[in-house]
């Protein structure tokens, strides 16, 4: 996992959420609306980011529960 530069959370845009996880668009909507994947910031009216470290935090996560 990356640091956060000055003790900032580092925020992400959609585009890297999804080259990350590997996943589609409406696939991220489905996850966020069941509470299996962390909520967006919103930046704006018609802007939204993820905090970095939660998402990688779940990838880890995710790695962790695969089967062995």
């Not at 000055?6 to 992400?12: A, Q, R, S």
């Not at 966020?32 to 994947?37: K, P, S």
């Not at 009216?45 to 905090?51: I, P």
């Amino acid at each position: 996992m990356r640091q956060m530069k000055n003790d900032y959370p580092t925020l992400i845009r959609r585009p890297e959420v999804l080259k990350r996880c590997a996943f589609s668009s409406t696939t991220l909507h489905r996850l966020i609306h069941a509470n299996d994947f962390p909520s967006p910031v919103q930046l704006s009216e018609r802007s939204v980011a993820w905090v970095e470290n939660e998402v990688d935090e779940w990838i880890v996560e995710r790695i962790k529960r695969r089967k062995g």
